[in-house]
């Protein structure tokens, strides 16, 4: 089974919202990454955070990243139309090779 | 320089019938993964190449499922005696050391 679940599974906004996704996984990790995807081709990666770290930014971009709870959120401010694409977290697995084990997404929709 | 490529961007094949899929890693990068996804669906893993190591074969669905990668570069994923749940898009990525993973378009496979 997939190590992550996200929600909400899809997201509706207008431009200029903020977009907030969750990430929660269920083993210890070494790293958590979220990647982009526009119309179910290749991904994008966008921002890396390691289990040592509590927050990082990108651009429009915030992750957070709670070891305790297991679970982590992806902020985009200020949101474009261009913004509209699934979203995905995936972990690394601490000990493990560095496989990527990727949750199931959350459709974003922005609406200029 | 060029990313990581994949052929052909689709393919229709007939129940039973084998499919060789092709990844063109970046030049240098000494990983290469390859994923299987569903419509609507997350990633799943299916194989890890690292450098000359044996590769992780743990995702792989069954045995009819292989794969290699040639001098450390081109891999190839083959698929024996098709079946209509093996449809999906199949991606493979590559990465320098196991961070960041580089996403080809993605191979469409589409099996009537």
């Known amino acids: 089974s997939q190590q992550g679940e996200e929600d909400p599974q899809a997201l509706s906004i207008q431009e200029g919202e903020n977009a907030t996704m969750n990430c929660s996984y269920k083993t210890s990790i070494n790293n958590l990454q979220w990647y982009r995807q526009n119309s179910g081709r290749g991904l994008v990666h966008l921002i890396l955070?390691?289990?040592?770290?509590r927050e990082k930014h990108s651009g429009r971009l915030r992750v957070t990243l709670d070891t305790s709870k297991k679970s982590s959120s992806l902020l985009i401010t200020a949101s474009r139309a261009a913004d509209t694409a699934s979203y995905f977290c995936a972990t690394v697995f601490l000990g493990n090779t560095d496989k990527l084990i990727f949750g199931t997404g959350t459709r974003l929709q922005v609406f200029p | 320089g060029a990313g990581v490529s994949q052929s052909p961007s689709n393919k229709v094949t007939e129940k039973g019938k084998d499919v060789e899929l092709r990844c063109d890693p970046i030049s240098g990068h000494t990983a290469l993964y390859w994923y299987r996804q569903s419509l609507g669906q997350g990633l799943e893993f299916l194989i890890y190449f690292q450098g000359n190591s044996a590769p992780d074969k743990s995702g792989l669905p069954s045995d009819r499922f292989s794969a290699e990668r040639t001098g450390g570069s081109v891999s190839t994923l083959t698929i024996q005696r098709t079946q209509q749940e093996d449809s999906a898009v199949y991606l493979c990525?590559?990465?320098?050391?196991?961070?960041?993973?580089?996403f080809g378009p993605g191979t469409r496979l589409t099996v009537l």
């Open positions: 990525a590559s990465s320098p050391g196991g961070i960041e993973q580089f």
């Open positions: 955070i390691r289990s040592n770290e």
